[in-house]
């Protein structure tokens, strides 16, 4: 019987009901008295020296209000990076100073170097153009390809890194002699070159900000898009701009999709705070999509070699990378970890391999920067291992599933630390194996293949099998890590008078579906319809704190922050159950929304123990507060570890080139699970950027850095007829180990699993078809490049 | 993007070298050109209006002229601004050699565009610029092959008055190839 109310139901999403009628409440849809607009000039040129600014003519056409440059913050902080990364000869990264405004210099097309403020929109944005047509900028040769940036001493992005490079880091340096002879030493070494191909977010709603200033308090508002307020807060308020934190709050409403772009803090943000200040009026800014796509941080974006050492049987030995990760022309603010401890972390998949190593150089281009998008380094991970297992499969005539299988760690092997330093808690990778093969029908392919080759058609199937680190937290081990920051997640829950509940949470909700899901939990703790409940997020001066949503850490983190809450919730009750029944509070047990007292009919209802809490006639004040109101912080002790299989079944029309996706198969393990439909939701959307990234999506500079695909025109985006029905299940359930919710991420699976499944596909079919020639094909697999690749 | 052509124009080289030295003509062949002024040797400045697929802006900017071996080889630079449209920025290295009695023109054409005309124009960008530098040399070929183009026209017979020729007005009084 599917479950109908609490942990296990498919409650169907309350914020769709807004979303779905347009009463969603969007950062551009406020209106706030006095607003004035603000529009950012732009350079044009990838890479250029400020020569001359000159502001005049655009302060004084009509209804300009102010005319900002990166002089005006050149002494404000920078925006800066949230994880310090060594390299591997110990010296820290490189770090140059990201400021609100270009200074000096422009180094990425759509870098911002001045700003408007004007009555209009009109206005400001012709002020804008003029201040464009009097500036004068240098062009300078622009860097876009990352092996030539690197060591470029002659040409750099900032004049103070000789050498282009960020940092130059080895994961694990001590294993790195150990990995080096046993790939010298091994019967089989499999070697792949391949590209993970750069992406734009492209959330549905482009970034939004809108700064207001109090002048009677002193007090700033920032309504902005962000995934997580709270860092917003903390970055604008004490980095850039130096406010304290109790005189700012920031507001992210309904916001439309992130992906990882609206985790970080951007230079418009401080811009309408300072220009509202100095106005004494709100300033709001839109991104155009154009601005999106020329600005929003990036994703992806690594050049990648990969051996596999293995015997003949196909025993994993070891695995060796070197890659090239491209961090564009500043640091974002995640920048640094995700090419390292989110990607290099991840470099022994679910594998028993015993010597693994990663080397990242992390380089400065004159491109827009990159930072996390769903999945973050772990989907650049399993495309590499799932890539190169394939290929050895093929070099050693193995079957793929046998080599999966002959090599996963095993149910007893858990806990399980891997040479790459992550200790993998509890997983059943066969069962999600066993799962996929059954839902997929492996055993008939081979008819299914003949019906496709009736007409004409090449048909393959790839697997995928993933496994990521998510929930990201423990402050612990990210500050062991290099992380500034603390990645725990808090929430209140506060109980009214009349029984119904607030609950105020760090995490973020845009698009997830938080404000039904967390309801959930509380109706299942508390015994109270889910409809009593609501969830309050997204503004610093409601919620206790957050560190907000990324990195599939809203349930795992946020939600068990909210678990521990309700636990005390119960625990007060209790308290105040034991004076209203005149029991010991040892005998007061909890269920199904009643407090009784063991073994009588002594009881109270949930509803009378909160009305009592706010009307406390005759408490005993000494020993019972008032109110029935709880928050808690909750710092995991580790990451959570979902982990699956995915089949892809695609067919390839030779003459063309063209892919055509045929079914999707998802095994996934994510431990316990609040909301079925939920997680098939994010399970689908996942896996629609995955198939996005593997045959449509790519961000292409050219050798002048212009960005070419900086429109939906020449940036593809992945359509209904792109995608198949999706099946999946997540019947594999090996639950948390140490959340007592038993819960793993599930946000970012899709994402991470599915590209090499699509990519392996493609090349079974090219194989199985004759066209043994080929063994890579580097994403997106566009007709363009299959057509080539057969035709040679 | 690069592209290289060739086409035989039915005149003298020497002809041929004084057209493209000359901003009228220059004017008349670029396609969307609303004006030129300068000379040879301080450069030109240019307007010239165009629509790149969804892009349509005013580019002005400066035309110069390098790499002069007289009467055979010369290479046209420019940068156009295109406001909020971007900028367009080529080169044509110009060649000439006697090919029968007329004269083998050679044309390596590089063009390369940024901002908005990047964004959103890239796809088509390439035909583009073949376009305009077919369209150029075409008109360019016209121009000089045209009748009367040497000199006065001979015999002014018809009713309209004939077209006068370029190298008429280069060095007749109506000269306007100085700056304005």
Partial sequence: MPKDHGIGASTKRREDVRFLTGK?????????????????????????????????????????????????????????????????????????????????????????????IAETYAQAKDAAQQLADDTEIEELPAIVDMAAALGNTSNRVHDEIPDNQCYDWGWIEDNRAAVDAAIKAAPHVTTLELVNNRLVPNAMEPRASIGEYFPGTGDYKLTTTSQNPHLTRLLVAAFVLGIPENKLTVVAPDVGGGFGSKIYHYGEEALVLAAAKKLCRPVRWTAERSE???SDAHGRDHVTKIELASDLEGNFIAFRTETMANVGAYLSNFATVTPTFLHGTL????????????????????????????????????YSLERVVDKMCRELNLDPFEVRRKNFITTDMFPYTTPVALAYDTGNYHATLDKVMEMADVAGFEKRRAESAKRGKLRGMGLSTWIEACGIAPSHLVGILGARVGLYDAATVRVNATGNISVMVGAHSHGQGHETVFPQIVASKLGVPESSVEIVHGDTSKIPFGMGSYGSRS??????????????????????????????EDDITFEDGRFSVAGTDKA??????????YVPHNYPLETL???????????????????????????????????????????????????????????????????????????????????????????????????????????????????????????????????????????????????????????????????????? | MQLTDQRIINAAP????????????????????????GSAAEGYAAVVVQKVGPVSARFTGLVRLSDIVEGREVTLSGEGKGGPAGFAKGSAKVTMAPEGGGTLLTYEVNANVGGKLAQLGSRIIDGFAKKMADQFFERFQETIEAPGAEEETVLAEGEEAPKRGWLRRMFGNESKGGKE
């Fill in chain 1, 555 to 584: 349930l795992a983190v946020c939600g068990v922050a909210m678990d521990k809450a309700l636990d005390k919730i119960v625990a007060k009750g209790k308290k105040i159950a034991a004076h209203m029944l005149e029991a010991s």
């Fill in chain 2, 14 to 37: 020497e002809t041929v070298w004084a057209a493209i030295m000359n901003p009228e003509v220059l004017k008349a062949c670029v396609p969307g050109c609303e004006s030129m002024t």
């Fill in chain 1, 24 to 116: 969603g409440v969007y950062t551009d849809d406020m209106r706030v008295y006095g607003q004035t607009y603000a529009v950012f000039v732009r350079s044009q040129v990838a890479h250029g020296r400020i020569k001359s600014i000159n502001t005049g003519n655009a302060a004084a056409m009509p209804g300009v209000l102010a005319v900002f440059t990166g002089e005006d913050f050149k002494d404000v902080g920078g925006n800066p990076a949230g994880w310090l990364i060594k390299s591997r000869n110990g010296e820290a990264m490189r770090e140059p100073k990201r400021p609100v405004l270009a200074h000096s210099k422009v180094r990425h097309v759509g870098d911002a170097y001045a700003a408007v």
């Fill in chain 1, 347 to 382: 470099m022994a998949g679910p594998y028993k391999v015993p010597h693994v190593y990663v080397n990242v150089k992390t380089v400065f281009t004159n491109t827009a920067p990159v930072d996390a998008y769903r999945g973050a380094g772990r989907p650049e991970a399993t």
């Fill in chain 1, 604 to 613: 109270k209802t949930f509803g009378e123990i909160a009305f009592s809490a």
């Fill in chain 1, 625 to 792: 507060e008032p109110g029935l109101e709880e928050t808690a912080f909750y710092d995991p002790a580790n990451f959570t570890y979902p982990a699956g299989a995915y089949i892809c079944e695609a067919e390839v029309d030779a003459e063309t080139g063209k892919v055509d996706i045929l079914a999707f198969y998802c095994a996934d393990d994510f431990g316990n699970i609040m909301n079925p439909m939920i997680v098939e939701g994010q399970v689908h959307g996942g896996v629609g950027q995955g198939i996005g990234q593997a045959l449509v999506e790519n961000t292409y500079y050219d050798s002048n850095g212009q960005l070419l695909t900086g429109s939906y025109m020449d940036y593809a985006m992945p359509r209904a007829t792109d995608v198949p029905f999706y099946t999946v299940d997540y019947s594999c359930q090996t639950p948390c180990t140490h959340n007592p919710l038993g819960v793993k991420g599930c946000g970012e699976a899709g994402a991470i699993g599915s590209p090499p499944a699509v990519v392996n596909a493609v090349i079974d079919a090219l194989q199985r078809g004759g066209h043994t020639h080929v063994t890579h094909i580097d994403m997106p697999v566009s007709p363009s490049r299959v057509w080539s690749a057969i035709n040679g």
């Fill in chain 1, 292 to 294: 999106s796509f020329l």
